[in-house]
C-alpha cells in the first residue's frame, strides 16, 4: 500500500546557494577569506578551481532563475556579499554595480515567481576587516557589521521581505579558530573562539532589531548548523557529553537568538574555565530584545558522542567535554565522509517543538555532494541521480511525520540549486538540481531537479508504506 506525504499549505519548496560560491569574483571591490584562502593557497582546493568563477551566476542568473522555475523551487536563498555591495567598508558607501547586480537578482526572481530570501553573511567576511581588526574577535567588525545590513536592508525593503543574518556561525569558529579547516587556519583557539562567538550574537541581535525598526512586518531570522549529539551509551557521562555538544554547538545560538539570552549552564561553564566572553554592560538588554522570527536549519549529519577519558589540554577547548565516537552501524556519504542519518531531522523537528514552541523554522539547508556524477549520465545526457531523489525522500519522510506531530516547519530547502563552488572541494562534489559545467557554464537539470517540481506541484509525494522506519 502507498501514501502521500502532503505538506502543509504555502510550504516553502526551494533550494540556498551562497554569493561566494557561485557569483565569481568580477566586479568585486573587496576579497573576502575564502577568496584570499584561494589566491594564496590555490592547492588546498580540488583541481585547483576556486571562487574566481564559479558558477557565473553573475553572467547566468536570469536563465538560472528561469531553470529554477522549471524545477518548480517557490523560494530560494542566496547571499548578497558585503565584499559586492559596499565600497568603502568603514564609511559603508555603496558600490553602484553592486546595487545594480542585485536588484537585477531581485527582478529575475520576481519575474519567475520565486520568494527571495536574502542572507548577510555566509563565511564571507572581508579580509580586510581580518587584518585590520582580527575580525569577528573585534567589536568594531559587529558595528561595521551593523552599518552594512542596515544599508542593505533600506536599499531593497520594497522587494525583499526575508533575511537571514549569518549562516552556519558555527562553522565559521570551528573552521576558522578550533580545528583550522577553513581560513585564517587558527587551531586550538578555545577562548579566541569563543569571543568570535559572542560578537556574532551579537551583531546577530543588532542586526535583527534594525530590521524590526525598519520594517515592522518583514521577518528575519538566522541559520545555524544543527548536529545534533547522539551519545554513545544511557550511561550519565555519555549523555553528558552529548549534552555540552549541543549546548555549545548550536543550543548557544539558538537559545540566544529566540529567549534573548545564552543558556545559564554554558555561561556557567565558560565562566568556571575562565574563558568567558567579554562583554558590555548594556549587552544584556540588547540581546533580550532582539528576537529571530524564524529559525533555519541545516541538517546534513549526526555527531556521535561519548564521554572523554580525562584527556589533558593545554588551552581551554570545547573538546574537553566530548569525544567523538564511530557509531558501527552508520550509513556514510562515502564522497564527504559525513554519516547519513535522515531520522535526525524527525529528533530535530522534536527538539524545536520542545525547547523554542512558539518559533516557526525551516530546514534551509541538506543534500548529499556526489563526486564524478558523469558516471550517471543517460543517452539524453541528463544524470540519473536516483542516489539524491533517495536521500530527499528519506529526510521529507521525517520531517512530514514531525509536521504531523505538531512541528512548526514551513519550508524545505536543498543544498543546492545548481552545483556550486565548496569551500575546499571546489566542484569534486556537486549538489544542485542543475548540473554545471565548468567547460562552458552550460546548465543541464538533473533527473532530481525534474523530481522535485513535481513534488513542489503536488505539494508532498507518495511512498510504499513507511519504508524508512
Ligand atoms: C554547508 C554550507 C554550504 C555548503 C554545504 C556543503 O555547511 O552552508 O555553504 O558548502 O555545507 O558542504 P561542502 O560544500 O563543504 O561539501
Redesign the pocket.
Known sequence: MSTFLKFPPNFLWGA???GP?SEGWLGKRHENIMDTWYRICRNDFYKGVGPDVASDFLHHFENDFRLMKEIGLNSFRTSIQWTRLIANLETGELDPNGIAFYQAMIRAAKANEIKLIFNLH??DLPTDLLDRYAGWESRHVVDLFVKYAKTAFQLFKDEIHEWTTF??PM?MIDGGYLYGYHYPHYKNEGKRAVQVLYHIVLANALVTQAYHQLDPEGKIGI?V?VTPAYPRSDRKEDQEAARFFDLFHWRSFLDASIHGHFPDELVEILRKDGVLWKAEAKDESLLSLNRSDFIGI?Y?HPTRVQATEGQIFEKWLPDQYYAHYDWPEKRVDPY?DWEIFPKALYDIAKEMTKRYPKTPWFVS?T?M?VHDEGRFRNKDGVIEDLYRINFYKEHLFWLHKAIEEGASCFGFHT??ALD??????AY??R?GFIEVDLNDQTRTIKKSGRWYRQVSLENGFEIEEDPFV
Open positions: 540556498a546557494m551562497s560560491q555566509h563565511f549562516n552556519e562553522v541559520i548548523n541545516n546534513y564527504k539547508e543534500g555532494g543544498w543546492a556550486c563552488w565548496s569551500w575546499n572541494n569534486k562534489n549538489y
